[in-house]
């Protein structure tokens, strides 16, 4: 590995985007639009575009193809783009991923397979050949709680050997096992929360970014919590992770996305819609987020 010293490709907030849909569940290319702009007016550090936020289970995949190039085009150089690539075929996962490298995407996002349920061997030979497919730097998302299947710390580290993996998505919220690949990894694999509630505790402990639902309605205070962990200003942690405590939780009152999609378009920022088997969310927990969103003062 080289001996230079290396700079994270992101620090800080990350959105992981909805996307953006009418009452019958057509995409609003319009409002994907304005949201990237409202994004970056508020500080976000980068975009995840057609993740599990961004309801990738049920987008095809010419939509999901378009969704990438546009957000790229869109941006244009303003925050690193980074495209949803998983699947849980390998050759639909190397087709997105080669499709994101030409779009000109920053790092394509690849979810560990659901459903397969994989071997830790084939877990390596999943990702190695997504890897080997296209220049395009590979982040693993690893999200035990949507696939069933967790990557070990072992294949992990056994993949960040590997130079086009540039680093892992830890949405699996348990501290324990990210300081333990923090504490082994090397300085070229980055490591990015994926987990709300334990971010800036992550962040403080050597991650470098989080990959975040709530920043989706609370951009600017996501952004300033994650920078004051980043730079280990535990006070201010304290009281911005304080301030959006209520929020990460109402925000997975129900399966993700409804809440939050329900929350953007609470805010102005959408209109409301989501496709079959994603239904609109029940009246008593509208009620749940709303008082979480007041609590963070976003509402």
Same mark, same amino acid.
């Given at each position: 590995?080289?001996?230079?010293?290396?700079?994270?490709? *992101?620090?800080?907030?990350?959105?992981?985007?909805?996307?953006?849909?009418?009452?019958?569940?057509?995409?609003?290319?319009?409002?994907? #639009?304005? !949201? *990237?702009? /409202?994004?970056?007016?508020?500080?976000?550090?980068?975009?995840?575009?057609?993740?599990?936020?961004?309801?990738?289970?049920?987008?095809?995949?010419?939509?999901?193809?378009?969704?990438?190039?546009?957000?790229?085009?869109?941006?244009?150089?303003?925050?690193?783009? *980074?495209?949803?690539?998983?699947?849980?075929?390998?050759?639909?996962?190397?087709?997105?991923?080669?499709?994101? $490298?030409?779009a000109g995407?920053?790092?394509?996002?690849?979810?560990?397979?659901?459903?397969?349920?994989?071997?830790?061997?084939?877990?390596?030979?999943?990702?190695?050949?997504?890897?080997?497919?296209?220049?395009?730097?590979?982040?693993?998302?690893?999200?035990?709680? +949507?696939? @069933?299947?967790?990557?070990?710390?072992?294949?992990?580290?056994?993949?960040?050997?590997?130079?086009?993996?540039?680093?892992?998505?830890?949405?699996?919220?348990?501290?324990?096992?990210?300081?333990?690949?923090?504490?082994? #990894?090397?300085?070229?694999?980055?490591?990015?929360?994926?987990?709300?509630?334990? $971010?800036?505790?992550?962040?403080?402990?050597?991650?470098?970014?989080?990959?975040?639902?709530?920043?989706?309605?609370?951009?600017?205070?996501?952004?300033?919590? %994650?920078?004051?962990?980043?730079?280990?200003?535990?006070?201010?942690?304290?009281?911005?992770?304080?301030? !959006? %405590?209520?929020?990460?939780?109402?925000?997975? @009152?129900?399966?993700?996305?409804?809440?939050?999609? /329900?929350?953007?378009?609470?805010?102005?920022?959408?209109q409301l819609?989501y496709r079959?088997? !994603? @239904?609109?969310? +029940?009246?008593?927990?509208?009620?749940?987020?709303?008082?979480?969103?007041?609590?963070?003062?976003?509402?």
């Open positions: 590995m080289s001996n230079e010293v290396y700079t994270p490709v *992101i620090k800080g907030s990350i959105p992981a985007l909805v996307t953006p849909m009418d009452n019958a569940g057509n995409i609003d290319y319009e409002a994907y #639009k304005k !949201l *990237i702009d /409202w994004h970056i007016e508020q500080g976000s550090d980068g975009l995840v575009v057609v993740g599990t936020s961004g309801e990738s289970p049920t987008i095809d995949f010419d939509e999901h193809e378009k969704l990438i190039a546009l957000a790229v085009e869109y941006v244009d150089g303003r925050v690193p783009v *980074i495209a949803g690539t998983g699947a849980n075929a390998t050759k639909e996962a190397v087709r997105l991923h080669k499709h994101a $490298a030409k995407a920053t790092a394509g996002l690849s979810v560990v397979p659901y459903y397969n349920k994989p071997t830790q061997a084939g877990l390596y030979e999943h990702f190695k050949t997504i890897a080997e497919s296209s220049d395009l730097p590979v982040i693993l998302y690893n999200v035990p709680g +949507r696939t @069933v299947v967790s990557l070990t710390n072992e294949t992990i580290l056994k993949l960040a050997e590997l130079p086009n993996v540039l680093g892992i998505k830890d949405a699996t919220g348990d501290l324990a096992k990210g300081a333990e690949l923090l504490a082994y #990894k090397s300085d070229e694999f980055e490591v990015y929360s994926g987990d709300d509630p334990t $971010a800036a505790a992550l962040i403080l402990l050597g991650a470098t970014a989080n990959i975040s639902v709530t920043a989706n309605v609370a951009p600017a205070l996501m952004h300033a919590l %994650c920078m004051a962990a980043y730079e280990g200003d535990v006070a201010t942690v304290r009281t911005l992770n304080a301030r !959006l %405590c209520d929020l990460n939780k109402a925000l997975f @009152v129900e399966a993700n996305p409804i809440p939050v999609k /329900w929350a953007v378009a609470e805010l102005g920022l959408t819609g079959l088997p !994603l @239904v609109g969310m +029940r009246e008593e927990n509208k009620n749940v987020v709303r008082a979480a969103m007041r609590v963070a003062g976003i509402l």
